[in-house]
């Protein structure tokens, strides 16, 4: 038996000739989606759940972020148009991090900060970032800890020195994000810094920064002189 033609193909074909031609120049965000969402259902209307989506989230940046579960929640998303969305969004942070020399210097926190931003954006889990730089500040390896790594008050540390001597790093630092909360530092935050330093400089590696970040912006513990009182 032939296989009928989905009814839609000519508009999704247009919309596709004018991705060519313009990039997503001139598109509206409920048409990017709508456009998104074709690869992954392929027989299906996509422009209404497109439209529920941007209802539901508030924007096309949410719509990216959201949890999987969450994105489910609307009619028409099943679980693999729902993994299709997510898989988008971390795609698209890896290939800002692809497109970053391996060697990057950290010159400044701003440019720190500015590195970080794209990762951290939407997050809603608390994840540390652990940076291994040369002596002239040039960016070797990076590596993701969970917030359940962290809550191992032993093993983090450890396992930072251990990467650190690895990587035959001169110097280390770390950053995670406070979600929805405040940019100070918790009670926790500073002695995990503590116990990082001190295992670090067991190694004769220098931790050099500190930094949290939100929605809002970040904190660094050096401009906050942290590392003047320990």
Not at 15 to 37: A, M, P, Y
Not at 158 to 185: C, F, M, W, Y
Not at 188 to 206: M, S
């Amino acid at each position: 038996m032939r296989k009928q033609k989905y009814k839609g193909e000519g508009h999704r074909k247009r919309l596709r000739e004018r991705f060519i031609k313009t990039g997503l120049s001139g598109f509206h965000d409920h048409e990017i989606l709508e456009l998104l969402l074709t690869y992954a259902l392929p027989q299906k209307d996509t422009k209404p759940i497109a439209k529920d989506l941007l209802e539901n989230f508030g924007s096309l940046i949410n719509v990216l972020n959201a949890d999987i579960e969450d994105l489910k929640k609307i009619p028409g998303v099943k679980e693999y148009s729902a993994v299709f969305i997510k898989f988008t969004r971390e795609f698209t942070t890896k290939y800002f991090q692809w497109n970053i020399p391996k060697q990057t210097i950290f010159s400044s926190i701003d440019q720190l900060y500015a590195y970080l931003c794209p990762y951290y954006h939407g997050k809603k889990n608390e994840i540390f970032k652990v940076f291994y730089l040369d002596n002239k500040n040039g960016r070797i390896h990076e590596e993701n800890f969970g917030e359940g790594t962290v809550n191992e008050a032993v093993a983090f540390p450890r396992k930072i020195v251990e990467s650190a001597l690895r990587h035959s790093a001169a110097s280390v630092i770390i950053a995670h994000n406070h979600p929805g909360g405040l940019l100070e530092p918790s009670e926790r935050d500073n002695k995990i810094t503590k116990d990082i330093l001190q295992a670090l400089e067991t190694v004769d590696v220098t931790l050099q920064e500190h930094i949290i970040i939100n929605e809002e912006g970040y904190c660094s513990f050096r401009q906050h002189g942290f590392f003047d009182s320990v």
